[in-house]
């Protein structure tokens, strides 16, 4: 099993501003993703981060707003850019530590705060 | 469109059997996974269904009905540390990932002594 740390845990951010998650994974993955979790809410997927390609964003999600950065395969960064109250949110990054795999490990989650 | 549904809440008592269902709509199928979540905790893998029946890990099982659309957790002697949330989710690859899971909204356990 993959073991997956996130920093920083938490933060709180101004309007306007943007916070960069870094998430580190002791293994070599192909395919890391990215979601978003509204407390006591279900997990709704942000964008997949694929090594050497750019992200595949679901609907709803653009680049602008978060942009994401894959250098290898045990690294990744998701930026959420001019931040609004409604970012808010515990934001998850996961991954499959195979390709096929059924399983994907999570990280500890990253809770943002902006006031 | 992909839809996901599942009860909002469960209680149950230490040591009963409880229960968790999960209908899905989705453009494509390849398996049903549950997932647990402990408050302010990361979710955590428990299990996965391909094909139609039951798979049992311990305490857990669960259940897939592939021509009903359906799947079940069910959990067995229920302990306080059960208490959380449990998510169904669908690895659809019509969705563009292989490995792309769309999560239902979540049951809320809570057990009581």
């Known amino acids: 099993s993959a073991v997956i740390s996130q920093k920083p845990s938490r933060d709180i951010c101004q309007r306007g501003t943007s916070l960069t998650i870094q998430c580190q994974v002791d293994?070599?993955?192909?395919?890391m993703f990215w979601y978003r979790q509204q407390p006591g809410q279900s997990l709704t997927l942000i964008a997949t981060a694929n090594q050497g390609s750019e992200a595949t964003y679901e609907s709803g999600f653009v680049i602008d707003k978060f942009p994401i950065s894959r250098p290898n395969l045990t690294f990744s960064t998701l930026t959420v850019s001019n931040l609004s109250p409604e970012d808010s949110s515990i934001y998850l990054c996961?991954?499959?530590?195979?390709?096929?795999?059924?399983?994907?490990?999570f990280g500890p989650g990253t809770r943002l705060t902006v006031t | 469109g992909q839809s996901l549904e599942q009860p909002s809440e469960v209680t149950a008592v230490e040591g009963a059997i409880v229960q968790i269902n999960c209908t899905y709509q989705?453009?494509?199928?390849?398996?049903l996974s549950w997932y647990q979540q402990h408050d302010g905790g990361a979710p955590t893998f428990l299990s996965y269904?391909?094909?139609?029946g039951l798979e049992e890990t311990g305490r857990f099982s669960s259940f897939l009905s592939r021509s009903d659309s359906y799947g079940y957790l069910l959990l067995q002697e229920l302990q306080m540390k059960d208490s959380a949330s449990y998510f169904c989710a669908v690895r659809d690859p019509l969705s563009g990932g292989y490995n792309k899971l769309i999560f239902g909204a979540g049951t809320r356990l809570a057990v009581h002594p």
């Open positions: 269904n391909a094909l139609d």
């Open positions: 293994s070599q993955v192909t395919m």
């Open positions: 989705t453009s494509g199928f390849y398996g």
């Open positions: 996961s991954v499959s530590d195979r390709d096929g795999s059924y399983e994907q490990y």
